[in-house]
């Protein structure tokens, strides 16, 4: 969806900083609750890409206040409120029950997992229809506003670009987030110049960015 968590492409968030030896994980809290995210969407009969759509639903402020694994967490806490393994404000509670206080937790809720059909591991397919785009095409990434999950960032959308590589076809992520069917798809790297996404005063260089085809339109 669109909102905080797709902030590729923008400005005025400062230099990236990469720090040489960096390690795993900072925090000894960072690599548990790694394993947390892990763990909460097998316990609550998700996948990786509602995961996604969690992160995405966010309040902005939390989203830039709790920091990457931070928000990992309340995206792990939200998966299992959504299919009923906690109940809304569970977490809190136990955290003030442990810090002295007298607070009542919250009952249990009853489970309601999702439902829905694999069409096998992980998320590459075998599809009959043939590739709608060739390699070397132009193409131009659609304009489209979505209250769901997508992996379409908005800054390419409505820009140009040319078709450089065919990737196997995979699920469609704005379905399966959602639970609504796999809806396989051929994938594509499409190639952008910086100029075209940022305009002519940007710094030269070229970005490869893989695309799902009902993201896609021939230019």
């Avoid at 995961?51 to 709790?66: I, V």
């Avoid at 820009?159 to 704005?174: E, F, K, N, W």
Wanted: hydrophobic share 35%.
């Amino acid at each position: 969806m669109d909102g905080i968590h797709d902030m590729g492409g923008t400005q005025g968030w400062g230099t990236v900083r990469i720090e040489p030896d960096e390690p795993v994980f900072a925090d000894l809290w960072h690599g548990r609750t790694f394993a947390l995210g892990l763990a909460s969407m097998g316990v609550s009969g998700t996948n990786l890409d509602a995961f996604r759509h969690s992160l995405e639903r966010l309040h902005p402020l939390d989203y830039l206040q709790h920091g990457y694994y931070g928000r990992w967490l309340s995206c792990a806490e939200q998966l299992c409120v959504d299919s009923g393994i906690l109940a809304p404000g569970a977490v809190e509670a136990r955290a003030r029950r442990l810090r002295g206080e007298d607070v009542e937790e919250p009952a249990d809720v009853e489970t309601r997992k999702p439902q829905y059909e694999r069409g096998g591991a992980g998320s590459l397919r075998d599809i009959d229809a043939a590739p709608k785009f060739a390699v070397g095409q132009p193409v131009r990434a659609k304009t489209f506003r979505k209250s769901g999950h997508t992996r379409l960032p908005a800054y390419i959308r409505g820009h140009a670009g040319v078709i450089s590589a065919i990737r196997p076809a995979a699920v469609l992520p704005d379905s399966t987030a959602h639970f609504t069917g796999e809806d396989p798809q051929h994938v594509y790297t499409v190639e952008f110049t910086s100029t075209e996404l940022w305009g002519e005063d940007s710094e030269p260089a070229t970005l490869f960015i893989d695309m799902f085809e009902s993201y896609l339109e021939a230019s």
